[in-house]
Every structure is written in C-alpha cells, then in structure tokens.
C-alpha cells in the first residue's frame, strides 16, 4: 500500500492529492473502515476515517497529510528495496500515513477500543494552505477530540511535545526597467533586494548570538537531539532560522531589473515573538524602499510532558524500542500545532528524518512496523484511561 501512495504523486505545490486519497479510499473500503471524503476544492482532498466511535471515553484524533514536497526534476520512482522503500514522501509523510491506515485496519479488526479514534489524512500541509487541517477543523471542531498524535518525521527515538513558531513573508522591489549598458542613478531591483536579504540576515544572526549566550537547562534532551536529528539540532530549535525560498525577477540579461519579489521563512523559538520579527522585516523593508506582504505566521506552541496522551506514547516507544524517549521541539512545523492552538494536547512520533526531502528519500520498513505497535499501544493505553 506504501508503495502505490507514493506511485501517486501528490506534490504542493500544486497540491493535487486526488490520486493519493484515491489509494486510501480504496484500502478503507477493503479493511471495512468508514472513510469520509471532503472535497473542498479540485484535487484538494481531506479524508475523515472512523476507526472506533464511542459515545463515552476519550476521543483520540490522529492526523497525517497527502501532499509532499515538490521534486526538483523527474519525480523519484517508487520502489522497494533491502528493507526501505524508495520514493518522494517516503518519509515526509507517506510512511507516516501507511503506518496509521495499518494500525487503524488492526485496531478496527479487534473492535474493542474503550473510546473513540479518528485518523485525518490532509491536503495542503507542506504549504499551510486553508484548505487542509486549518479547513477541517473550521467546518467541524469536533475533530479536535481531546487528545491528537501525529506521524510526521521525527525519530523514534524522540517524542516531539513542542514546535517553533513560523513567520513566511514577500518582500517586493519596484523599480525601472533601463538598458543595462547606460548611465543609472539606482542600482536594480534585484542588487537593491538582495542587499535588504543580507541585511536581515546579519541581524538575524546577532538575535541568535544574543540566544546562543543563554545555556541549555537539559543537556541530555540536547545530547538526544542531536544524535536522532543531527549535530547542532538542538541549538537550532533555540535559535530563528532564516530560508531565502524563491527569488523572481527580472526580464533579460541586458536589461536593469525593474522589480524582484523574494520570499522569506523564519522559524521562531518560543524565547522570541513572531511579531518581533514582523517589526524586524517591516523596519529594514521601508528602509529600502520595498514592501512586506505576510503570507503567513503562527507562534512556537508546546504540549505539557505530563499530559495522558504524552504518557501513552513515551511508554509505548520504550515498550518496543527498549529506550525512554525524550520530550523534544521539532525543527518545522506540523498540523499537530492547530491542536495545540486548539487547547489540545499533541504529539509527533514517526520515522526518521535522515533523507527527507531527498532525491533518493526512503523510509525503512522495520521502522515503519515499529511505529505501527507504538500507535496501536499508545491509542488503547489512552483511550482505556478515560474510561
């Protein structure tokens, strides 16, 4: 089932997921789960499966997402090979997915959860679109339920309890279009852009000098974070990231550049405000002249260790992986943070993220049956609490 998910590409942009939720649909049906499609706009899909339904006990949401990161040339081929599965969102998020519709046939199999448990397959994630979760929740809430866990890419040697917040903005110079052989009285747009681009930048490396002075309160956490992340993960997920995404702009070689639009993504620690970088961007813009459009922004958000559903979890991966796993805050963002914006208590536990994005991205199989006992476990641990 793995395999045919990531023979349907599904990549945002544009955002199509149509042939993805397709495949689901299609192993809902024969695993006998109750799937509802919403279609809020072509090739937007959002998928609401009923894995047990309860009119007591807790109510447990699962989410995952169908769109993947676009690929730079011919999409990746999907296939297996020595114990991992190739293809483009192997691990962001189509092995995530897999394991859940596993677990949910399995749970649904057995038919005795104390509660109720629903798994919701997105569009729109990579992009934080309206479409997706944000969509789902506004045109039903109930789906918050009380507890939600998330198979995004983490390691399953970390329980992901918290998330920087994000700040995605344009920056936009007009100019005029001049012959570039002759006389101007202004540089290009694009120089002029690019010249703002390494400002923000430079300042954004002395806000994280300023950061970095502070110690670290939990070292082993530190320790943890960077063996499953990678070395310096846990200094970034105090510092803000700065990505120049796309820059647009000129006409010809031989011509001055009369504009250049630049796109920017900030990842935010919860020591800094969102709308501190906002300010930040908005001072050096009107600077030099050019104008600050924000695409989009949400502040860092966290989930208390002590919650059941965290529980539930850190017992369930120490059950099968033999080690305890640490709380820790991811690099990115995911879905789980609109349930935490929600007042809801969410976790990320998934594969590792070593290749994502990658063009040559796999998951491992083993990995993927190990999440699928720690999703099964985690889910009755919970559900059974709330009776």
């Not at 997105?122 to 789906?143: H, Q």
């Amino acid at each position: 089932m793995l395999l045919q998910l990531l023979a349907a590409p599904s990549p945002n942009p544009p955002g199509d997921v149509a042939a993805a939720a397709d495949v689901v649909v299609r192993y809902c049906q024969a695993a006998g789960l109750p799937c509802v499609v919403h279609r809020p706009a072509a090739g937007r899909r959002n998928l609401v499966i009923e894995v047990a339904r309860s009119d007591r006990g807790r109510h447990l949401v699962w989410n995952g997402h169908l769109d993947t990161f676009p690929a730079a040339g011919e999409f990746p081929r999907a296939y297996s090979e020595q114990g991992r599965v190739y293809g483009r969102g192997a691990v962001d998020m189509k092995g995530g997915v897999a394991a859940f519709l596993v677990a949910a046939r399995q749970l649904h199999e057995q038919g005795d959860l104390p509660g109720s448990l629903t798994l919701t397959l997105v569009c729109e994630e990579e992009t934080f679109g309206p479409l997706g979760a944000r969509g789902l929740l506004a045109r039903a809430p109930g789906l918050l339920g009380d507890a939600l866990v998330s198979t995004e890419p983490s390691s399953l040697g970390l329980v992901r309890v918290a998330e920087r917040g994000f700040l995605w903005v344009k920056l936009r110079f007009l100019g005029q279009s001049l012959h570039s052989a002759y006389p101007s009285q202004t540089e290009g747009a694009i120089l002029r852009m690019a010249a703002l681009v390494r400002r923000v930048h430079d300042l954004v490396g002395e806000l994280n000098t300023r950061l970095a002075a502070v110690p670290s309160s939990d070292l082993a956490t530190d320790e943890a974070v960077d063996k499953h992340l990678g070395a310096g993960a846990s200094g970034i997920t105090r510092s803000v990231s700065l990505n120049v995404g796309t820059v647009h702009g000129g006409n010809a070689v031989n011509l001055q550049p009369s504009s250049c639009e630049v796109t920017l993504d900030f990842r935010i620690p919860k020591t800094v405000e969102v709308e501190d970088i906002v300010a930040l961007v908005a001072a050096e813009a009107e600077r030099a002249a050019a104008t600050v459009e924000v695409l989009g922004r949400g502040p860092a958000n966290e989930t208390d260790g002590g919650e059941a559903i965290v529980t539930a979890v850190v017992d369930a991966v120490t059950g099968h992986t033999g080690a305890r796993p640490p709380l820790s805050t991811g690099l990115g963002c995911t879905d789980a943070r609109l349930w935490r914006y929600g007042g809801v208590p969410a976790c990320v536990i998934g594969p590792s993220p070593a290749t994502m994005g990658a063009e040559s991205e796999f998951v491992q199989l083993a990995e993927l049956e190990t999440l699928v006992g720690i999703l099964k476990d985690s889910a009755r641990a919970f559900l059974l609490e709330g009776q």
